[in-house]
């Protein structure tokens, strides 16, 4: 079995087989874990723990005036990256082809041409990304071998698909191979690290929101 | 002719002039990506050649190889059986049969031992004493080792020869494996392909005859001649892959307007083989050129890889009650999980 078939076959399957199992792993245990009831009465005036929840979604899609300059670099950057991975994964032609294997789910496809270019934007933000990171002190101390793993892992699919369809180093095959490979490494992690963040941010964001505004917290 | 005459001086006998000789010569260098130079190297080389004798073993196959190089048109295989090669050997073209052909075989082995070029195409079942697949009462691993004992040069056509090709396919009931695996002492060249294009065999023959040596492979040991590039790097229609134009099936607009044919599974991308440049039946069309994709036919395994019409970039085999086993299996530890956590909370707080 070459690379490329041992790529697209097995170790396909056992990749999405982890990322199925971890991720109902963690969704289960957060949903059935047991919880502090809150005793203390809900301050007058709040909203429901739903409606609040959502409102602290919507609300952190941007930041407040108070933190505006100091975290605009990372908004913006961060929406960068993470819409450019989004037009990659369910805008590139050979993308939509894979989904569309695994679910039957299909819709049209962005020109490749487009798709590299937003490949290269997105590598560049993720590299900008890093870098802010080694070079804030806080980032830097806060920072652990989760987040320098993850980012490696999310860029490498990016890096490798760009190299593939560029044709540089190596046959196609081989590089098609390596390309899929990271993207199975991306998936068997995701559910162990802080990639989970792709099923858990809205949820923990809702969950803070109905927190806060119990305590009556103005947001 | 005598076998002490060179092919040069055959030819000349025949009324083949130097130039139409020369002509000749250029077309195979061509055909291999050569230097301009080597024409003249080859027409040097050729017309000093004696002769090759060439036994042409078939084995687990369906004679499309054969087929395949009953139509080169340049060099055809006129030219190469009348003028430059003795094929001694060859069930569907010798006239004749039982113990005089085998009677041949063992005569060209003892002739030109040391000297002569074993062609094979299929694959040799080794699965119980290789009883799948017999000729004259020898196995086809026996006429195998026995032929290739004393050759000069083996040379492998077709996928089934060269890879194992469909014999080898899952579950391979009669445990098939491509020459390569069992000739491991001679030079062994693999021209696969399911059929070979012919002037690849031809090519390969010419170059072989014209310098006495092994052309330039590949890691799976094809000429890079034939097998340097892909057929996508190569095919007409890749101006639409770029551009994102795809058929999205065998009947649709796209299909007429003969855009990309990638999303119905063609294997372009992945194969190496020279048949957007060489095509088929003296250049007139390849299978893309007629609307079909490529099927990767000159690849390993090709038979095995999830499916002629299934796009590169999806998976292979079906992974559903694995992810299905993966999903039962997640939310029962999850559960389980969050049941001891309970279960410690519950005890913690009896005993605080």
Known sequence: MG?????????????????????????????????????????????????????????????????????MFSLINGYIFHIGLALIVFGYAPHILFIEDLIGLSWPALPSNVINAIGVITVGSLFAALGRRIINPVQRIISTFD??????????????????????????????????????????????????HAFLVFVTRGQTGAHLSHRGVQT | MADHQTLGEVLSSRGISRRVFLKYASYTASLMALPPAASTAIA????????????????????GCTESITRAHSPSLEDLIFDFISLDYHHTLQSVSGHAAEQARKAAMEENAGNYI??????????????????????????????????????????????????????????????????????????PGCPPIPEAMTGTISYFLSFGAVPEL???????????????????????????????????????????????????????????????????????????????????????????????????????????????AGAAVGATSAAMMRHRKKKAMQEG
């Open chain 2, 218 to 328: 590949d890691h799976l040991g094809r000429p890079t001649a034939f097998f340097g590039e892909t057929i996508h790097d190569r095919c007409y229609r890749r101006p639409f892959y770029e551009r994102g134009m795809f058929a999205k099936s065998f009947d649709d607009q796209g299909a007429r307007k003969g855009w990309c044919l990638y999303e119905v599974g063609c294997k372009g991308p992945v194969t190496y083989n020279a048949c957007a440049t060489l095509k088929w039946n003296a250049g007139v069309s390849f299978p893309i050129q007629s609307g079909h994709g490529c099927l990767g036919c000159s690849e390993p395994e090709f038979w095995d890889r999830g499916g002629f019409y299934k796009p590169i970039s999806t998976g292979i085999g079906d992974a559903t009650r694995l992810i299905g086993g993966a999903a039962v």
């Open chain 2, 118 to 191: 074993v062609v094979v195409d299929g694959s040799v079942p080794v699965k119980d004493n290789g009883i799948y697949s017999t000729i004259a009462g020898m196995t086809n691993l026996q006429m195998l080792e026995e032929t290739t004992s004393n050759a000069l040069a083996v040379i492998s056509v077709g996928s089934c020869a060269a890879f194992g090709g469909i014999p080898y396919a899952n579950p391979n009931p009669t445990g098939a494996v491509p020459i390569s695996e069992i000739v491991t002492d001679k030079p062994v060249i693999n021209i």
């Open chain 1, 147 to 196: 987040d320098y793993f993850s980012w490696l892992v999310t860029i490498l699919p990016v890096l490798t698909g760009l190299i593939a369809v560029s044709h540089l180093g190596a046959r196609y095959e081989t590089l098609l191979a390596i390309h899929i490979l990271c993207v199975e490494a991306f998936l068997i992690w995701l559910p162990f690290g802080k990639l989970m």
């Open chain 2, 44 to 63: 040097q080389g050729l017309a000093k050649a004696r002769r090759q004798s060439v036994i042409w073993l078939s084995f687990q196959e369906c004679t």
């Open chain 1, 3 to 71: 690379l490329l078939d041992f790529a697209r076959g097995p170790a396909l399957q056992i990749a999405l087989a982890v990322l199925v199992f971890g991720v109902i792993w963690r969704l289960v245990l957060l949903l059935l874990l047991p919880r502090l009831k809150d005793l203390t009465p809900a301050r007058r005036g709040t909203r429901s723990a739903f409606m609040a929840g959502m409102r602290e979604i919507v609300h952190r899609l941007w930041p407040d005036k108070t933190y505006a300059r100091r975290t």
